[in-house]
């Protein structure tokens, strides 16, 4: 797979619809996820320090690609796989947050695939015809504008795509932060089969009684010192656990959802490395 653009078509099925407790939840979410800082601003897998992975480093494949999610709607994103790989490889979804599909998301997603995982990584707002601007504060308004129950139904017909998909072996996981987690939720409740295993870096979390449809086995991230976190948060795990789910979820303590208004974290760089090995672990265990 090249630097060029490619078309990838999605098999011929409609993606699964969302209830409509589904889109109540998610559009309240939204609301305030777009709005807001959220403790996944920073993402895991790497400090601030960390050099970048390197937009042409030879042990990746990487490309920017569109694909259909149905017969008029197309999403344009990110795509990167091991160089070397031998065979189909697991899938990975990587959702944004707010801030949408940023050079620092491709970023993490090359990093994904670096650990031996098909990574696609959406720009949701590709679905409104327009690509994630650099201005934050635009980016932010235009996320919140979009179509909550569109958006899942979008998200799960590229899980479903990715199922499918010639270099993938027909596993596939979720990865999402702040805006996307509540994505990701949500959508572990109505992708079924499809979706396999799900990272979720903070709140807020769906209503308890969408635990019953999640297939999923969750991994959850949370920012300890966020005052919301244990009570949001905990009747979710509950409710996870009670529906048979298998629900791994870690409280940071020196995360506090405040401290990374702008993207200026106080993060430790050991609780971020912990998430990250955490994150590749669960995956690897559950995909391949």
């Known amino acids: 797979m090249s630097d060029d653009r490619r078309r990838l078509s999605l098999p011929g099925r409609d993606p699964a619809g969302v209830p ?55 999403l344009h994103g990110f795509m990167a796989i091991p160089a070397k790989a031998r065979g189909r490889q697991p899938a990975v979804l990587l959702v944004h947050d707010a801030r949408g599909l940023t050079d620092y998301m491709r970023d993490v997603a090359r990093r994904i695939a670096l650990a031996g995982f098909v990574v696609c990584a959406p720009d949701f707002l590709s679905t409104i015809g327009e690509r994630t601007p650099a201005d934050e504060r635009v980016a932010r308004a235009m996320i919140a504008s979009l179509d909550p129950a ?31 987690a509540h994505l990701i939720d949500q959508v572990a409740s109505t992708a079924g089969e499809a979706l396999t295993a799900a990272v979720c870096y903070d709140d807020p979390t769906p209503e308890r009684g969408e635990a019953a449809g999640v297939k999923a086995a969750m991994l959850l991230h949370y920012a300890g010192q966020e005052s919301r976190a244990e009570a949001v948060a905990r009747p979710w795990i509950n409710a996870l656990r009670a529906a048979g789910v298998s629900a791994q979820a870690y409280f940071y303590e020196s995360a506090n959802r405040a401290d990374h208004e702008g993207g200026h974290s106080q993060y430790s760089g050991a609780d971020i490395a912990l998430a990250w090995d955490r994150t590749v672990a669960f995956l690897r265990e559950q995909l391949q």
């Open 20 to 74: 409509p407790q589904c889109r109540r939840a998610f559009l309240a979410g939204v609301a305030a996820l777009a709005g807001g800082t959220v403790l996944a601003e920073i993402l895991p897998g790497f400090s601030a320090s960390a050099a970048p992975i390197a937009i042409h480093d030879q042990r990746l494949k990487t490309a920017n690609i569109h694909w259909s999610v149905d017969s008029s709607r197309e």
């Open 150 to 180: 569109q958006t899942m139904r979008d998200a799960v017909a590229t899980i479903r795509w990715l199922g499918l998909n010639r270099y993938a072996s027909g596993k596939v996981g979720a990865v999402g932060f702040g805006w996307g």
